[in-house]
């Protein structure tokens, strides 16, 4: 009886361990980690590497590549699937530790007139195709994209996100079912559009989604994704399931040498800017775009975004000739293999990036500038926390060496000012082992920008409470100190956190009807109860109470105490109440969440009467001549600019412009301009001049209702065009104001009319 006991005990712990082992090796695989340069590489066009390509690609440090996997070409008879194209791919890849990430797109010509699926036999052909290529590759690491840019032209005819969501669940049902450890991911949005993106997370797509891919494309530097990245990690966590931690990843995302004021110098700074960025917002995958050049039209911006150039040479190594972008990839590679991101160290200049690296207890430096001004220079005795005694080595990104065998503490007579203060980064490789930089790199790292809700401020207290430091938290949590042991140069070390509201309050100033408005948005529509205090130049003081119902998105505020011939001061005041009785502190966010700020008004309208306005203001057809449009601009007896117009079919725009030159005093940040919106869809801009000649024109706002509508305009050139003059988008001051701009649709409207009031500078302490 006891044998047979023991018997049966080692077939059941048999069977345990048979049925086991497919439980532990039916685990999905891991996205890449981030640890440099796992999740690094390129978009590429070719499913056949020419002689010397691969290995030319994993010699500048690529270990993931994106390929369109597409429908049409391997779904040539109608149910009949041919991989072999990517199967020797995949067999290429794997040789050279190049990890796949293929794209489920675009459509088929047997279903939906070759359009992108929206019939249910469509969806339904398109997710048996996606599922039986990931039965095929199964167990092979490949992250599987559902689609490309459905956003836009992509999505033929037209985008249309009802269509997607549709198409994107039955995929991820199909592929869930037939291959349930294979990583889905979506929707590689181009940009970071958090409207596409929220109506694909309340469709349930996260449901099915291992990770959430974005092409945060623009022609700003890469450290202006920051606050975007935080703000779609706040809408994924808003809307993701419960337990799930949803990565954000950086699909496709370049710089092309042919866009004005680009070439293949400025690409190469922005490839490692944009890859370190992404790392310190935590997204584990940095796709650039493109592999090589795609032409040789040296006007084309499209045939310009690669880290090679065109030309294939088949008898030499490198098989193609290297690009800046190729020489820095590959320098980062190499300088931080192993290392990842740590945090980044303020420096008390906010267009300063110093970003520490480790690895263990050893730890690797970058060091950039997003400004294009002269700056005072700063001596890394000041910004670096290192001890008496480090030596380091400093190389450009490009990995040229600069200096090696340097001490901070002897000083010596080294010109770093050129090399500190560049776009172009450069790397800080501490020669020997620094007890500061492991206390540094012990310490807590504050993401670098934050969408505030309770549990998230409640989390990061905690944090800090747990932290065994000497320093302070600011009550906005925008940044805390740490001392450093003695006798650190610096003597501090400090981090730096953007903190957004979740529900932010945006006070937008107004001048009319002799008095100033203040309109309230409140975009979030939560109800708020709070005051607005406004504190002019004269010692006076005056407030008003602000009360926000439920639902309520917009207010306007009067405040006839404030004379319109004073600067002043305004704050706003209040909190938020949550259904569990708690309370945090709403931020005074102004429209660029500055907190206190002073305004000015421009030019009084209520000074004119209808005779005297005609004499100063005009407006003006713009855009293409051919195009036909009627425009007039009269003074209301409200004493708001009137402009009434009409656009035929094409590209056409009025401005509302001074007859005479018009200067701007001091250094605003922004102009606001509030006014009675037609609800037409056209948009509403505005153009500014520099000294030198440069011409600006902020991004502009659509009126999407009708009614009072407010909209701010940057005036520091962050978020502009430009062209003339040096055409460099520094604002060199003083600066005058050109127009106020209706931009059409290009489709034939009107007739319209906007009413003005008198636009108002805002200026920052």
Same mark, same amino acid.
């Given at each position: 009886?006891?044998?047979?006991?023991?018997a049966?005990?080692?077939?059941?712990?048999?069977?345990f361990?048979?049925l086991a082992?497919p439980?532990?090796?039916a685990?999905?695989?891991?996205?890449?980690?981030?640890?440099?340069?796992?999740?690094?590489?390129?978009?590429?066009?070719?499913?056949?590497a020419?002689?010397g390509?691969?290995?030319?690609?994993?010699?500048?440090?690529?270990?993931?590549?994106?390929?369109?996997?597409?429908?049409?070409?391997?779904?040539?008879?109608?149910?009949?699937?041919?991989?072999?194209?990517?199967?020797?791919?995949t067999?290429?890849l794997?040789?050279?530790?190049?990890?796949p990430?293929?794209?489920?797109?675009?459509?088929?010509?047997?279903?939906?007139?070759?359009?992108?699926?929206?019939?249910?036999?469509?969806?339904?052909a398109?997710?048996?195709w996606a599922?039986?290529?990931?039965?095929?590759?199964?167990?092979?690491?490949?992250?599987?994209?559902?689609?490309?840019?459905?956003n836009?032209?992509?999505?033929?005819?037209e985008?249309?996100?009802?269509?997607?969501?549709?198409?994107?669940?039955e995929?991820?049902?199909?592929i869930?079912?037939?291959?349930?450890?294979?990583?889905?991911?979506g929707?590689?949005t181009?940009?970071?559009?958090?409207?596409?993106?929220e109506?694909?997370?309340?469709?349930g797509?996260?449901e099915?989604?291992?990770?959430?891919?974005?092409?945060?494309?623009?022609?700003?530097?890469?450290?202006t994704?920051?606050?975007?990245?935080?703000?779609?990690?706040?809408?994924i966590?808003k809307?993701?399931?419960e337990?799930?931690h949803?990565?954000?990843?950086?699909?496709?995302?370049?710089?092309?040498s042919?866009?004005?004021?680009?070439?293949?110098?400025?690409?190469?700074?922005?490839?490692?800017?944009?890859?370190?960025?992404?790392?310190?917002?935590?997204?584990p995958?940095?796709?650039w775009?493109?592999?090589?050049?795609?032409?040789?039209?040296?006007?084309?911006?499209?045939?310009?975004?690669?880290?090679t150039?065109?030309?294939?040479?088949?008898?030499?190594?490198?098989?193609?000739d290297?690009?800046?972008?190729?020489?820095?990839?590959?320098?980062f590679?190499?300088?931080?293999?192993?290392?990842q991101?740590?945090?980044?160290?303020?420096?008390?200049n906010?267009?300063?990036?110093?970003?520490?690296?480790?690895k263990?207890?050893?730890?690797?430096?970058?060091?950039?500038?997003?400004?294009?001004?002269?700056?005072?220079?700063?001596?890394?005795?000041?910004?670096i926390?290192?001890?008496?005694?480090t #030596?380091?080595? *400093? @190389?450009?990104?490009?990995?040229?060496?600069?200096v !090696?065998?340097?001490?901070?503490? /002897?000083? %010596?007579?080294?010109?770093?000012?050129?090399?500190?203060?560049s776009?172009?980064?450069?790397?800080?490789?501490?020669?020997?082992?620094?007890?500061?930089?492991?206390?540094?790199?012990?310490y807590?790292?504050?993401?670098?920008?934050?969408?505030?809700?309770?549990?998230?401020?409640?989390?990061l207290?905690?944090?800090?409470?747990?932290?065994d430091?000497?320093?302070?938290?600011?009550?906005?949590?925008?940044?805390?100190?740490?001392?450093?042991?003695e006798?650190?140069?610096?003597?501090?070390?400090?981090?730096?956190?953007?903190v957004?509201? #979740?529900?932010? *309050? @945006?006070?937008?100033?107004?001048?009319?009807?002799? !008095?100033?408005?203040?309109?309230? /948005?409140n %975009?979030s529509?939560?109800?708020?109860?709070?005051?607005?205090?406004?504190?002019?130049?004269?010692?006076?003081?005056?407030?008003?109470?602000?009360?926000?119902?439920?639902?309520?998105?917009?207010?306007?505020?009067?405040?006839?105490?404030?004379?319109?011939?004073?600067?002043?001061?305004?704050n706003l005041?209040?909190?938020?109440?949550?259904?569990?009785?708690?309370?945090?502190?709403v931020?005074p966010?102004?429209?660029?969440?500055?907190?206190?700020?002073?305004?000015?008004l421009f030019?009084?309208?209520?000074k004119?009467?209808?005779?005297?306005?005609?004499?100063?203001?005009?407006v003006?057809?713009?855009?293409?001549? !051919?195009?036909?449009?009627?425009?007039?601009?009269e003074l209301?007896?409200e004493?708001?600019?009137?402009?009434t117009?009409?656009?035929?079919?094409?590209?056409k725009?009025?401005?509302?412009?001074?007859?005479?030159?018009?200067?701007?005093?001091?250094?605003?940040?922004s102009?606001?301009?509030?006014?009675?919106a037609?609800?037409?869809?056209?948009?509403i801009?505005m153009?500014?001049?520099?000294?030198?000649?440069?011409?600006?024109?902020?991004?502009?706002?659509?009126?999407?209702?009708?009614?009072?509508?407010?909209?701010?305009?940057?005036l520091?050139?962050?978020?502009?065009?430009?062209?003339?003059?040096?055409?460099?988008?520094?604002?060199?001051?003083?600066i005058?104001f050109?127009?106020?701009?209706?931009?059409?649709?290009?489709?034939?409207?009107?007739?319209?009319?906007?009413?003005?009031?008198?636009?108002?500078?805002?200026?920052?302490?």
């Amino acid at each position: 009886m006891k044998t047979k006991k023991i018997a049966l005990a080692v077939v059941l712990i048999s069977l345990f361990c048979w049925l086991a082992i497919p439980v532990v090796m039916a685990q999905k695989p891991p996205l890449p980690s981030n640890v440099i340069p796992d999740g690094l590489g390129y978009n590429i066009h070719f499913t056949d590497a020419r002689p010397g390509e691969m290995e030319m690609l994993a010699d500048s440090g690529a270990t993931i590549i994106r390929m369109d996997f597409g429908w049409n070409g391997t779904e040539r008879e109608k149910g009949i699937y041919d991989f072999s194209a990517f199967e020797r791919l995949t067999d290429s890849l794997e040789k050279h530790n190049i990890r796949p990430l293929y794209i489920l797109d675009y459509s088929n010509r047997h279903y939906d007139e070759g359009l992108s699926p929206y019939s249910d036999e469509g969806r339904a052909a398109f997710a048996k195709w996606a599922a039986a290529a990931a039965v095929h590759f199964k167990d092979r690491g490949i992250i599987w994209e559902m689609y490309n840019e459905p956003n836009i032209r992509f999505w033929r005819p037209e985008p249309k996100s009802d269509d997607y969501i549709k198409l994107a669940l039955e995929t991820g049902k199909a592929i869930r079912e037939a291959a349930p450890n294979e990583l889905y991911i979506g929707p590689a949005t181009s940009e970071i559009d958090m409207d596409f993106l929220e109506q694909c997370f309340q469709g349930g797509l996260l449901e099915y989604w291992d990770a959430v891919s974005v092409h945060p494309y623009r022609q700003k530097g890469p450290e202006t994704a920051i606050p975007e990245y935080a703000k779609l990690r706040w809408l994924i966590d808003k809307y993701a399931p419960e337990g799930k931690h949803i990565p954000i990843l950086s699909a496709e995302w370049g710089y092309s040498s042919a866009w004005g004021n680009y070439n293949d110098d400025i690409q190469g700074k922005m490839l490692p800017r944009q890859w370190m960025v992404n790392l310190a917002c935590d997204v584990p995958i940095s796709i650039w775009y493109d592999w090589h050049d795609d032409g040789r039209d040296p006007k084309e911006p499209e045939h310009h975004f690669g880290t090679t150039n065109f030309e294939y040479h088949r008898d030499r190594t490198p098989v193609y000739d290297p690009k800046p972008s190729y020489i820095a990839a590959k320098t980062f590679s190499e300088t931080f293999k192993g290392f990842q991101f740590n945090k980044r160290i303020d420096c008390g200049n906010p267009d300063v990036y110093l970003f520490l690296f480790s690895k263990g207890k050893e730890h690797r430096l970058a060091l950039w500038t997003t400004s294009k001004e002269q700056q005072e220079f700063l001596s890394l005795s000041r910004i670096i926390p290192f001890e008496p005694g480090t #030596t380091f080595q *400093i @190389i450009d990104h490009l990995g040229q060496e600069i200096v !090696k065998n340097y001490d901070l503490w /002897d000083d %010596p007579e080294i010109d770093l000012e050129q090399a500190i203060y560049s776009d172009a980064p450069i790397y800080v490789i501490p020669e020997n082992n620094d007890s500061n930089l492991n206390t540094v790199a012990e310490y807590l790292s504050l993401p670098m920008a934050l969408y505030l809700t309770e549990s998230k401020c409640k989390e990061l207290n905690d944090l800090l409470l747990e932290q065994d430091w000497d320093g302070i938290a600011a009550p906005q949590l925008q940044w805390e100190r740490f001392r450093l042991p003695e006798p650190t140069p610096c003597g501090f070390f400090h981090q730096k956190m953007a903190v957004h509201s #979740t529900r932010p *309050i @945006i006070v937008r100033p107004s001048w009319g009807e002799n !008095k100033w408005f203040f309109g309230i /948005d409140n %975009p979030s529509g939560d109800a708020f109860s709070g005051s607005l205090v406004i504190n002019d130049s004269e010692g006076n003081t005056s407030f008003r109470i602000v009360d926000l119902k439920e639902g309520e998105t917009h207010k306007t505020v009067p405040f006839p105490l404030v004379r319109m011939d004073v600067k002043f001061h305004v704050n706003l005041y209040g909190s938020e109440t949550h259904d569990d009785d708690n309370t945090i502190s709403v931020f005074p966010l102004f429209p660029n969440n500055s907190g206190q700020l002073s305004f000015a008004l421009f030019d009084d309208f209520s000074k004119y009467d209808a005779a005297s306005f005609a004499e100063t203001w005009q407006v003006l057809p713009d855009g293409d001549n !051919k195009v036909g449009s009627e425009q007039s601009v009269e003074l209301t007896g409200e004493k708001l600019a009137k402009v009434t117009y009409k656009f035929e079919d094409g590209w056409k725009f009025v401005r509302l412009a001074p007859k005479k030159a018009m200067p701007i005093e001091g250094q605003p940040k922004s102009m606001t301009v509030s006014f009675n919106a037609d609800g037409s869809g056209n948009r509403i801009g505005m153009r500014f001049a520099d000294s030198k000649g440069q011409t600006f024109q902020p991004k502009n706002e659509p009126m999407t209702r009708e009614g009072r509508q407010y909209v701010t305009f940057d005036l520091t050139g962050k978020d502009t065009s430009h062209w003339g003059g040096p055409n460099d988008g520094v604002v060199h001051y003083p600066i005058r104001f050109d127009s106020i701009i209706i931009d059409g649709t290009r489709k034939a409207c009107g007739p319209f009319s906007v009413e003005f009031a008198s636009p108002v500078l805002v200026y920052g302490e």
